[in-house]
């Protein structure tokens, strides 16, 4: 069964592959940026885009360092030698797994298979020569991941594209809700889910109006991602709870092609969402040596878990995808390239809610379109100095409903059952066209200096243009979801173009003290927001029949809103196997636009005050986060950690209900304005213990102690406590992903005969709810005082196994097969979603 308690596909398929235009920066913007490439020097890799090798080499026998060693990577055509101390690095390195070759006349060549880049991490990599005054064979070594990653100071994690294709998940990003002091749906540490940022090759692919990634992309165009659930440093912005950095696949001399097909009904049982799902992707040359492409296409068709409930109403499929991803990287040089890229997404869906379960036909359909065209040019100066260019447009188009406005039923609501309990006929008085465009333009720089100094610095300015044209019409409900009957609707409508702008610089250090192992990072971030708008005044005004009515006085323009968001860390070795870590940060996420523009347009204002005014002038919301954490080398190839977090979370969006007019605004209610009043806290111990390296078996086992707690939970508390009639409260009280006690573990097997078995499975205590029994749906609230999330519902246990079987056809040698058998929910549990005011499950 799925997470709700339905019951899970079997899936399996069959895998073959071959191996093998911006508007001018203000002056005021530019002028800070100019001062700080003016001192510095220009210089860094775009956040996520490339890693960097560094090491030293010293003679075996007497240990002495040794200059002008040949320090070459084949498949980049880059290289290097060392310096008089022995040193050498590389910087601007791809993301990827390679082969390096260390010589130098006098010595036994020395290769090291298997060396890992990462994205954003420094690679060390020291070797010591064996003198030989004869020709001999050359060492070959296999490096192994390192247990314990020095070059951080906070929470973070790498996965691999091989790790990916090993997991029973159904999207990459999914695999955030794997790690600890994260949920399924992803959140982090006891942040809201619309608190993470994502990005692809470094910049971002953020919904600015409705929150969390604008795009998908097809699973075989990554080649890694960086996770981010601790603190993370001044190059991202624009997150309070976490990060998810996407690195996508280049092309090489070797063309490869790869086809995946998959289907939930193929085998037994009747326990399916009716779904479909079709990859394609290849990658080569175009010029060898010098010009590659890499594309990549996914189609997914599903009926849904709701398939029985929806197949009354439509025909399969309810829901189609579509994400495509398309890449060409040019090399003028080995040290200077470029790459251009488009990524695409169209996703079109019907919706499901209980209530309408009698009248799907009356929801609207819904369709998201989305595509990001970018280019980037990455350049490595010097051994020790390189800088990334980006130039980005992301547009995402939003429709729900069909056909035109006039074709919705604003004055003749749908009709409930005599229950009042389901909706039976008529159609939801929702019809929205919306369209996001964000320009995008980035400077990143990486130097090092003195041989322990990696600076980063960079900035980057972002232009948007925004429309929405909504026509939205709901009754007004009682907590317990009853409808009002003979009460006027509530207007949602509103109808906007704004065309805000917001950018950044950043500087940060990281010095690394390499004898003594000690890490120490610190920089300041600081951004800006202009909304270009203003906010209505709004005033009660008597009327001639002593009725409150509310009018609009004057239009106060919004103010730019600034940060600064110092950051800190620390690493330190107690040991040779015990390292200890710090970090603190200030960070920041401005408001979505929706909450800042929705309702301001003169047509709305002038038809009546919306039920739900935006509010321009919002300051951005900001999170105090500290970590600290301990690092333990064990026997076996194992790593144990403990780690402590707190974060403090303030400004959040909520909405604040004010003065109720006449029956002619907001449908009677008064109106809802978006402010900044909440605030939220969460603190937690993290306990791990890993094992990611080695034969045989690989994996994490992880338990999680965490509090979620804030006077709202959402940016809609305030108006739907205020719509219900109960008393507006301040109490801190736990938030809906409040989950105290959370144990994971993820298991991968490699077996014999080209076997692997992966296991993913996580248990947690029961999440809150809001506990007030009522018989008819219609009694006040007992004692006149609402406290929500006063009660918690049951358990939550799931097991997900992935099987896979690896061979090579005689028939084709240069393909690999696979089949694999993906089972989710193995255990089939009765997991509980959401229960009703009565304590019902799934409101049943």
């Given at each position: 069964?799925?997470?709700s308690?339905?019951?899970?596909?079997?899936?399996?398929?069959?895998?073959?592959?071959?191996?093998?235009?911006?508007?001018?920066?203000?002056a005021?913007?530019?002028l800070?940026?100019?001062?700080?490439?003016?001192?510095?020097?220009?210089?860094a890799?775009?956040a996520?885009?490339?890693?960097?090798?560094?090491?030293?080499?010293?003679?075996?026998?007497?240990?002495?360092?040794?200059?002008?060693?040949?320090v070459?990577?084949?498949?980049?055509h880059?290289?290097?030698?060392t310096?008089?101390?022995?040193?050498?690095?590389?910087?601007?390195?791809?993301?990827?797994?390679?082969?390096?070759?260390?010589?130098?006349?006098?010595y036994?060549?020395h290769?090291?298979?298997?060396v890992?880049i990462n994205?954003?991490?420094?690679?060390r990599?020291?070797?010591?020569?064996?003198?030989?005054?004869?020709?001999?064979?050359?060492?070959?070594?296999?490096?192994?991941?390192?247990?314990?990653?020095?070059?951080?100071?906070?929470?973070?994690?790498?996965?691999?594209?091989?790790?990916?294709?090993?997991?029973?998940i159904?999207?990459?990003?999914?695999i955030?809700?794997?790690?600890?002091?994260?949920?399924?749906?992803?959140?982090?540490?006891?942040?809201?889910?619309?608190?993470?940022?994502?990005?692809?090759?470094?910049?971002?692919?953020?919904?600015?109006?409705?929150?969390g990634?604008?795009?998908?992309?097809?699973?075989?165009?990554?080649?890694?991602?960086?996770?981010?659930?601790?603190g993370?440093?001044?190059?991202y912005?624009?997150?309070?709870?976490?990060?998810?950095?996407?690195?996508?696949?280049?092309?090489?001399?070797?063309?490869?092609?790869?086809?995946?097909?998959?289907?939930?009904?193929?085998?037994?049982?009747?326990?399916?969402?009716?779904?479909?799902?079709?990859?394609?992707?290849?990658?080569?040359?175009?010029?060898?040596?010098?010009?590659?492409?890499?594309?990549?296409?996914?189609?997914?068709?599903?009926g849904?878990?709701?398939?029985?409930?929806?197949?009354?109403?439509?025909?399969?499929?309810?829901?189609?995808?579509?994400?495509?991803?398309?890449?060409?990287?040019?090399?003028?040089?080995?040290?200077?390239?470029?790459?251009?890229?488009?990524?695409?997404?169209?996703?079109?869906?019907?919706?499901?809610?209980?209530?309408?379960?009698?009248?799907?036909?009356?929801?609207?359909?819904e369709?998201?379109?989305?595509?990001?065209?970018?280019?980037?040019?990455?350049?490595?100066?010097?051994?020790?100095?390189?800088?990334?260019v980006?130039?980005?447009?992301?547009s995402?188009?939003?429709?729900?409903g069909?056909g035109?406005?006039?074709?919705?039923?604003v004055?003749?609501?749908?009709?409930y059952?005599?229950?009042?309990r389901?909706?039976?006929?008529?159609?939801?008085?929702?019809?929205?066209?919306?369209t996001?465009?964000t320009?995008?333009a980035?400077?990143?720089?990486?130097?090092?200096?003195?041989?322990?100094?990696?600076?980063?610095?960079?900035?980057?300015?972002?232009?948007?243009?925004?429309?929405?044209?909504?026509?939205?019409?709901?009754?007004r409900?009682?907590?317990?979801g009853r409808?009002?009957?003979?009460?006027?609707?509530?207007?949602?409508?509103?109808?906007?173009?704004?065309?805000?702008q917001?950018?950044?610089i950043?500087?940060?250090?990281?010095?690394?003290?390499?004898?003594?192992?000690v890490?120490?990072?610190?920089?300041?971030?600081?951004?800006?927001?202009?909304?270009?708008?203003?906010?209505?005044?709004?005033?009660?005004?008597?009327?001639?029949?002593?009725?409150?009515?509310?009018v609009?006085?004057?239009?106060?323009?919004?103010?730019?809103?600034?940060?600064?968001?110092?950051?800190?860390?620390?690493?330190?070795p107690?040991?040779?196997?015990?390292?200890?870590?710090?970090?603190?940060?200030?960070?920041?996420?401005?408001p979505?636009?929706?909450?800042m523009?929705t309702?301001l347009?003169?047509?709305?204002?002038n038809?009546?005050?919306?039920?739900?005014?935006?509010n321009?002038?919002?300051?951005?919301?900001?999170?105090?986060?500290?970590?600290?954490?301990?690092?333990?080398?064990l026997?076996?190839?194992?790593?144990?950690?403990?780690?402590?977090?707190?974060?403090?979370?303030?400004?959040?969006?909520?909405?604040?209900?004010?003065?109720?007019?006449?029956?002619?605004?907001?449908?009677?209610?008064?109106?809802?304005?978006?402010?900044?009043?909440?605030?939220?806290?969460?603190?937690g111990?993290?306990?791990?213990?890993?094992?990611?390296?080695?034969?045989?078996?690989?994996?994490?086992?992880?338990?999680?102690?965490?509090?979620?707690?804030?006077?709202?939970?959402?940016?809609?508390?305030?108006?739907?406590?205020?719509?219900?009639?109960?008393?507006?409260?301040e109490?801190?009280?736990?938030?809906?992903w409040?989950?105290?006690?959370?144990?994971?573990?993820?298991?991968?097997l490699?077996?014999?005969?080209?076997?692997?078995?992966?296991?993913?499975?996580?248990?947690?205590?029961?999440?809150?709810?809001?506990?007030?029994?009522?018989?008819?749906?219609?009694?006040?609230?007992?004692?006149?005082?609402?406290?929500?999330?006063?009660?918690?519902?049951?358990s939550?246990?799931?097991l997900?196994?992935?099987?896979?079987?690896?061979?090579?056809?005689?028939w084709w040698s240069?393909?690999?097969?696979?089949?694999?058998?993906?089972?989710?929910?193995?255990?089939?549990?009765?997991?509980?979603?959401?229960?009703?005011?009565?304590?019902?499950?799934?409101?049943?």
């Amino acid at each position: 069964m799925d997470n709700s308690g339905n019951k899970a596909p079997w899936r399996h398929a069959r895998i073959s592959s071959s191996p093998g235009p911006l508007a001018l920066l203000p002056a005021w913007f530019l002028l800070p940026a100019l001062l700080i490439g003016g001192i510095l020097l220009p210089a860094a890799a775009a956040a996520g885009t490339s890693g960097i090798l560094e090491g030293y080499v010293k003679d075996k026998r007497s240990g002495e360092a040794l200059p002008g060693v040949n320090v070459s990577i084949a498949a980049l055509h880059r290289g290097t030698v060392t310096g008089p101390n022995g040193a050498y690095q590389l910087q601007d390195l791809r993301i990827g797994t390679y082969e390096v070759r260390v010589t130098l006349i006098g010595y036994r060549a020395h290769v090291a298979r298997n060396v890992i880049i990462n994205a954003d991490l420094r690679t060390r990599l020291n070797v010591e020569l064996e003198p030989s005054d004869v020709t001999l064979e050359e060492v070959v070594v296999t490096q192994e991941k390192p247990r314990i990653q020095r070059d951080v100071t906070s929470t973070s994690y790498i996965v691999t594209e091989h790790e990916i294709r090993l997991l029973p998940i159904s999207r990459a990003t999914d695999i955030l809700g794997l790690k600890a002091g994260t949920t399924v749906e992803g959140n982090v540490r006891g942040g809201k889910t619309t608190e993470v940022t994502y990005y692809v090759d470094g910049l971002s692919v953020q919904d600015v109006m409705g929150g969390g990634p604008g795009l998908d992309l097809p699973t075989s165009s990554l080649v890694g991602m960086s996770l981010y659930t601790g603190g993370f440093e001044p190059e991202y912005g624009n997150a309070l709870s976490g990060v998810v950095n996407i690195a996508t696949r280049t092309g090489t001399n070797e063309h490869q092609f790869f086809t995946r097909a998959e289907g939930d009904n193929f085998i037994v049982g009747n326990q399916f969402d009716h779904m479909l799902q079709a990859e394609l992707s290849g990658a080569g040359p175009l010029l060898r040596d010098q010009l590659f492409y890499t594309l990549a296409l996914t189609g997914t068709y599903s009926g849904t878990r709701w398939w029985k409930d929806m197949q009354k109403f439509y025909a399969w499929p309810t829901d189609k995808e579509l994400d495509g991803f398309a890449k060409l990287d040019y090399a003028f040089t080995p040290t200077l390239r470029l790459n251009t890229q488009l990524l695409f997404s169209r996703h079109d869906w019907r919706d499901y809610e209980f209530s309408w379960r009698l009248n799907l036909g009356g929801l609207p359909p819904e369709e998201r379109t989305s595509h990001r065209v970018a280019a980037i040019l990455s350049h490595a100066l010097a051994d020790n100095f390189f800088y990334t260019v980006s130039l980005s447009r992301l547009s995402v188009s939003s429709k729900i409903g069909s056909g035109t406005k006039d074709d919705i039923p604003v004055k003749d609501p749908y009709q409930y059952d005599f229950f009042l309990r389901y909706i039976v006929s008529g159609q939801r008085g929702w019809w929205a066209r919306s369209t996001q465009h964000t320009y995008t333009a980035k400077l990143d720089a990486t130097l090092k200096v003195l041989g322990y100094h990696l600076l980063k610095f960079g900035g980057e300015f972002l232009w948007y243009d925004l429309s929405s044209d909504v026509l939205k019409y709901e009754p007004r409900k009682t907590f317990f979801g009853r409808p009002l009957l003979g009460v006027p609707q509530l207007d949602f409508s509103s109808s906007f173009t704004y065309r805000p702008q917001s950018g950044a610089i950043y500087l940060s250090d990281k010095l690394d003290l390499f004898e003594e192992g000690v890490l120490l990072t610190y920089g300041l971030r600081y951004d800006f927001l202009d909304p270009r708008a203003g906010r209505p005044d709004i005033q009660p005004v008597l009327g001639s029949d002593s009725t409150l009515a509310l009018v609009t006085t004057q239009n106060i323009p919004a103010t730019v809103k600034h940060q600064l968001s110092p950051r800190v860390g620390i690493a330190i070795p107690l040991s040779e196997k015990a390292s200890v870590y710090f970090n603190h940060g200030f960070y920041f996420q401005n408001p979505l636009f929706n909450y800042m523009y929705t309702g301001l347009d003169r047509v709305a204002l002038n038809r009546g005050i919306s039920a739900l005014t935006g509010n321009p002038n919002l300051d951005p919301e900001r999170t105090i986060q500290m970590e600290v954490s301990l690092k333990y080398i064990l026997p076996l190839d194992m790593v144990g950690s403990v780690t402590y977090f707190k974060k403090t979370t303030s400004n959040l969006v909520d909405t604040k209900t004010f003065v109720s007019g006449d029956s002619k605004v907001a449908g009677g209610y008064g109106f809802a304005e978006f402010v900044n009043v909440p605030n939220a806290e969460a603190y937690g111990y993290e306990l791990m213990l890993t094992r990611d390296r080695g034969d045989w078996v690989r994996g994490e086992l992880t338990y999680t102690y965490m509090t979620a707690e804030g006077t709202s939970g959402t940016p809609y508390d305030g108006f739907y406590v205020a719509q219900f009639g109960l008393p507006p409260g301040e109490r801190i009280y736990p938030l809906s992903w409040d989950q105290r006690h959370t144990v994971k573990a993820l298991v991968a097997l490699d077996l014999p005969e080209d076997y692997n078995i992966t296991f993913v499975t996580q248990w947690h205590s029961g999440r809150p709810y809001t506990n007030y029994p009522t018989a008819t749906g219609f009694e006040p609230i007992k004692g006149g005082v609402f406290m929500q999330n006063n009660a918690r519902m049951p358990s939550y246990f799931n097991l997900d196994i992935k099987a896979e079987k690896h061979w090579r056809p005689d028939w084709w040698s240069n393909a690999s097969i696979t089949l694999y058998l993906d089972v989710r929910n193995a255990t089939n549990e009765l997991n509980v979603n959401w229960m009703d005011s009565n304590g019902k499950i799934g409101g049943e």
